[in-house]
C-alpha cells in the first residue's frame, strides 16, 4: 500500500478517515489504516532474489514480493478483495468452509470472523466453546468494528466530511 504525499495541511485534520480536497486520503488517515505487519528478517542471501529459508517460511523478497496478490484459483472473481483485505489485516484469509456433520462443505466461522475484520478466535476461541452454529449466530448479530468507527467518526465530525 502506497502513503499519499505529505502535505503542509495534514497537520490540521482533526479526524480519522480526513479526506484532502482530490478525495484521497490525508497522511495521517492513510497512516492508521496501515497494519502492522511482521516481515522476516532481512538477510544476505535476500540479495540473491526470491526464495525459501533453510527450514522456514518464505525470505523477505518472497513475502514482499506476494504481498497482495490475488489468488485468482482459489477466489475466482473475488480475489482481488481479498488480497486488498488480507493486506489492510496483515493475515490471510482462513479457509472458507469447513465439512459439516453430513460431510458436505459449510461456512467456517473463522472465515466470517476474518471478513468482519475481528481478531482471530474473538469467537471462535475453543476456550469459549461455541459450537458453529451459535458462532455464526454471534458473528451475525455483531457489529464490523470499521463500520462502527466510521460512523462514530461521522457523528462526532459531521461538519467536516
Known amino acids: 500500500m502506497l502513503l499519499p504525499t505529505p502535505r503542509a495541511s495534514d497537520g490540521e485534520k482533526g479526524c480519522p478517515?480526513?479526506?484532502?480536497?482530490?478525495?484521497?486520503?490525508t497522511l495521517p488517515s492513510a497512516a492508521v489504516r496501515v497494519p502492522a505487519r511482521i516481515l522476516p528478517t532481512p538477510r544476505a542471501s535476500d540479495g540473491r532474489g526470491p526464495?525459501?529459508?533453510g527450514?522456514?517460511?518464505a525470505d523477505l523478497r518472497t513475502t514482499?514480493?506476494?504481498l497482495g496478490q490475488?489468488?485468482?484459483?482459489?477466489?475466482g472473481?473475488?480475489?482481488?478483495?481479498?488480497a486488498r483485505w488480507e493486506l489492510l489485516l496483515g493475515r490471510p484469509a482462513p479457509e472458507p468452509t469447513q465439512i459439516g456433520?453430513?460431510?458436505?462443505?459449510?461456512l467456517a466461522p473463522p472465515f466470517v470472523e476474518w471478513l468482519?475484520?475481528?481478531?482471530?478466535?474473538h469467537v471462535t476461541d475453543p476456550d469459549l466453546g461455541l459450537p458453529r452454529t451459535l458462532a455464526l449466530r454471534v458473528l451475525g448479530n455483531g457489529v464490523v468494528p470499521q463500520q462502527a468507527a466510521a460512523a462514530l467518526r461521522l457523528l462526532l465530525c459531521p461538519y467536516r466530511w
Open 77 to 82: 472473481g473475488y480475489a482481488a478483495a481479498v
Open 17 to 25: 478517515g480526513q479526506r484532502g480536497s482530490h478525495g484521497d486520503l
Open 70 to 75: 490475488p489468488d485468482e484459483q482459489r477466489w
Open 116 to 121: 468482519m475484520g475481528l481478531d482471530p478466535g
Open 101 to 106: 456433520r453430513h460431510g458436505k462443505p459449510v
Open 51 to 53: 526464495g525459501r529459508l
Open 64 to 66: 514482499i514480493a506476494g
Open 55 to 57: 527450514d522456514g517460511g
